[in-house]
């Protein structure tokens, strides 16, 4: 996957230009502290479905707000799946976050080198 399939660039540049290119610095850390700590949580999923909801919830939108599109679709499935799919099904999706968030901080970082 390229950068494009991780994050949208017009995304990132229209909330630039509503927040101001000031403000990047902190918005991008917090946003990177607090994926970072719903993914732990998503992660240690001890099988209580509705925490499970409210976390990939949570990171889906979060994560369109920034563009990251990968990791917002992946918690949408997560989320639309929690109360259905078998245990085994629903880990191997979680499975995939942390290797998708890897690549997706690194083409934010990126975004915010230009």
């Not at 995304?11 to 000031?22: H, K, P, Q, R």
């Not at 949570?58 to 109360?83: H, N, P, V, W, Y």
Request: one cysteine or more.
């Amino acid at each position: 996957m390229n950068n494009r399939s991780y994050l949208s660039e017009q995304v990132l540049i229209d909330l630039l230009a509503d927040t101001g290119a000031e403000l990047w610095p902190q918005l991008s850390q917090c946003f990177i502290d607090e994926t970072q700590a719903r993914i732990n949580e998503v992660e240690a999923w001890s099988g209580d479905r509705q925490q499970l909801l409210r976390e990939s919830h949570t990171l889906c939108s979060s994560a369109a707000t920034f563009g990251a599109l990968a990791i917002s679709d992946l918690a949408a499935e997560i989320e639309q799946r929690a109360m259905t799919e078998e245990v085994y099904l629903l880990e191997q999706k979680i499975k995939k976050l942390a290797p998708i968030w890897r690549e997706t901080r690194q083409a934010l970082q990126a975004f915010g080198n230009k």
